[in-house]
């Protein structure tokens, strides 16, 4: 039984998690949309695409600090962008899996959203 509730909430959730990692403006959207439903699956992508659109925010905010900023604002976007690919990843594929390497941390910060 609880395999087949945990299967309808992915499968209802998994739109939402799926357009949460489609920019910024995704984000506020499946935030919107999970806020009348609270669905479990997409609450948790939210989450992680959250963390990594704030990450993405302390970089460019880093990137301006000259020579060294620009240095770790370069590999951070491609640390980043691999973080990114692999949550979108695991919200197509219906799994609830966090980010590499920051994903605990995102989850411990945001889990009282």
Request: proline share 3%; hydrophobic share 55%; no cysteine.
């Amino acid at each position: 039984m609880e395999s087949i509730k945990n299967t309808t909430t992915v499968t209802e959730g998994k739109n939402t998690a799926i357009i949460a990692y489609i920019t910024v403006i995704g984000l506020i959207i499946a935030f919107v949309m999970n806020n009348d439903k609270k669905n479990p699956f997409a609450a948790f992508h939210i989450k992680q695409s959250l963390g990594l659109a704030l990450t993405g925010f302390a970089l460019g905010i880093i990137g301006i600090i000259p020579i060294i900023g620009w240095l770790i604002n370069i590999i951070g976007i491609f640390v980043l962008v691999y973080m990114w690919i692999m949550g979108l990843l695991n919200a197509i594929n219906g799994t609830e899996k966090v980010v590499p390497i920051l994903g605990n941390k995102y989850a411990e910060w945001f889990k009282n959203l």
